[in-house]
């Protein structure tokens, strides 16, 4: 199965939608502006510590320890 993602005028939306909906085995997840606030917040965050890091303000963590805590 394949991803596709879609930005939508809000006009269009329902007819879309509509037209979408008519496939059986299409499956339809909606993403909400919190999740994308979220990520995007989280990736910033990201962002400021690598300049950290970068600075030797911040102790960088070894790979293989993220790696390890997945």
Request: aromatic residues 4%.
């Amino acid at each position: 199965m394949q991803t596709l993602t879609l930005q939508i005028p809000d006009s269009q939306f329902p007819l879309i939608l509509a037209e979408i909906k008519k496939y059986k085995d299409v499956k339809i997840e909606f993403s909400s502006k919190e999740d994308v606030v979220r990520l995007s917040d989280e990736i910033k965050q990201a962002v400021k510590e690598i300049n950290l890091v970068k600075k030797s303000l911040m102790k960088a963590r070894p790979a293989r320890e993220l790696l390890n805590e997945l």
